[in-house]
């Protein structure tokens, strides 16, 4: 029988709207990686239903568990299936413990620290924010570091200072509303659907981005951020004026979010001397914030590691990538660790 090996790490994502579940070999190589999107589910209440979420979380977990074990080359157990890739069985089980839906969050919690028990491997948990963070490095471990992270989701915007795995500054935040609750809230406004990021990028394809004259707001004012004043201008502007083209408005409201992000990418990068620019988290999807960030980024002599797709939304395998700095770190979290629905950024030295 064979041993369990500590760089094979299970890690388990359920903070929010995806079920996930992935398997990564020291810390960099993905072996599986599977998401369940509960968007179908959500779709028609315009928004995430928090009951709805933990109900299908419950529903998910064992068959995206079973799928990405059985992907990677392992049974049930953890254990190498015989013939497959793996030699030894799955040492560390990561579940992400915070911030997100407290009732999707124990699932995930529960569900990793059972298997953990029952396999006699490690249980970690993991800050989703942090693993957001290791979604450029898993795809270009070569990275020259210090970089600049703008990670942009649904429910954080956060500017960080990456000196090596493990150690991080935060440099700057949104002071009211998420990037990407700027773009959920327009889009819910204009009718354009769930969710909403993706729905505006397809309305603004067929818009003029200059065609409106909207604000960016602390555009020249330090690194923290702002996009409450964007979308209630959206609102304003869209009440007054309902003859505006939809496109126009929404390609509008893009642009003028993206020119925020990307000169505040590019500040941030000068006043730190980083060596590259990463993105990060849902928001980083946006082929218009991808565009913008690779053109900036350019004319400044900087790279830019932009995670595909897939990797900037919510997936496991970036929290199977950050729970294996974190045990190297800190060791395994205690077995009475809950979920922690407002965890905040952990800032390492
Ligand atoms: O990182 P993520 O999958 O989940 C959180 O941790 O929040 O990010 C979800 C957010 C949502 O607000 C969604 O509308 C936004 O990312 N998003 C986008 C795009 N794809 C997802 N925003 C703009 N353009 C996109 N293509
Ligand atoms: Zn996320």
């Not at 589910?41 to 933990?54: D, K, N, Q, S, Y």
């Not at 070569?142 to 150690?167: E, F, K």
């Amino acid at each position: 029988m064979s041993g369990r090996d500590r760089d094979l790490v299970l890690a388990l994502e359920t903070s929010c709207d995806e079920t996930a579940a992935a398997v990564v070999a020291g810390g960099r190589t993905i072996l599986s990686s599977v998401v369940s999107s509960q968007v179908a589910l959500h779709e028609r209440f315009g928004g995430v239903v928090p009951e709805i979420a933990g109900r299908a979380h419950v529903e998910q977990v064992v068959p995206v568990v079973a799928r990405a074990l059985a992907e990677a080359g392992f049974d049930p157990t953890g254990r190498p299936r015989p013939g497959a890739g793996p030699t030894g069985g799955i040492g560390v089980v990561a579940a992400t413990s915070g911030p997100g839906l407290v009732g999707a969050l124990l699932v995930g919690v529960s569900f990793a620290k059972a298997l953990a028990r029952a396999w006699g491997a490690t249980f970690v948990g993991v800050n989703h924010l942090e693993g957001h963070l290791y979604a450029s490095l898993l795809e270009e471990p070569g990275m020259a570091m210090p970089v600049v992270v703008l990670l942009v989701s649904g429910g954080h915007t956060l500017l960080v200072a990456m000196y090596g795995p493990g150690s991080y500054r935060v440099l700057g935040r949104t002071v009211d509303d998420a990037a990407g609750e700027a773009f959920d809230k327009v889009a819910r406004f204009l009718d354009l659907g769930y969710p909403g990021g993706p729905a505006v990028e397809r309305a603004a394809r067929s818009g003029d981005p200059h065609s409106l004259a909207l604000p960016r707001p602390m555009l020249d004012d330090g690194l923290d951020m702002s996009f409450s004043g964007l979308k209630t201008a959206v609102v304003q502007l869209v009440t007054r004026r309902p003859d505006l083209s939809t496109p126009d408005v929404a390609a509008s409201f893009q642009e003028a979010a993206v020119d925020v992000l990307v000169h505040k990418v590019l500040a941030a990068a000068h006043a730190t001397g980083a060596r590259g620019i990463c993105l990060a988290g849902g928001v980083a999807a946006n082929t218009r914030l991808r565009e913008r960030t690779r053109e900036a980024a350019g004319a400044a002599g900087l790279p830019v590691y932009l995670p595909s797709r897939s990797m900037c939304t919510d997936n496991a395998a970036m929290i199977a990538a950050a729970g294996h700095v974190r045990l190297a770190a800190d060791g395994p979290s205690p077995m009475d660790v809950g979920a922690e629905p407002s965890a905040r950024f952990p800032e390492r030295s």
